[in-house]
Nanobody, 127 residues
């Protein structure tokens, strides 16, 4: 059974940092596109960041570009989201997602491209 488990969320003041982790089990995702999405109360889920299957390319939404960084540790089958200079508008539940297709370049910004999802971790940024 494939599972994605996020951790690292919490309450932080504006300007602070958090690092989210997404640990995968049940299969490896070392050659799969991985993404992070978020959903704030009353809003639709939105794309945050993605890492190409090769690990050579990263993608970010305009709202987090320059502040967030996605990375992967294949040995640990884990993806990270380093979040710096956090703002109150970053408050949301953050979800990790994995594309089931290996060596495949997907529409990384679309949640429909990802088969596996974690349960989410809450990030709250106070002003």
């Amino acid at each position: 059974q494939v599972q994605l488990v996020e951790s690292g969320g919490g309450l932080v003041q504006a300007g602070g940092s958090l690092r989210l982790s997404c640990a995968a089990s049940g299969r490896t995702f070392s050659s799969n596109t991985m993404g992070w999405f978020r959903q704030a109360p009353g809003k639709e889920r939105e794309f945050v960041a993605a890492l190409s299957w090769s690990g050579s390319t990263t993608y970010y939404s305009d709202s987090v570009k320059g502040r967030f960084s996605i990375s992967r540790d294949n040995a640990k089958n884990t993806v990270y989201l380093q979040m710096n200079s956090l703002k109150p508008e970053d408050t949301a539940v953050y979800y990790c997602a994995a594309d089931a297709r290996t060596y495949y370049s997907s529409k990384y910004y679309s949640g429909n491209e990802y088969e596996y999802w974690g349960q989410g971790t809450q990030v709250t940024v106070s002003s």
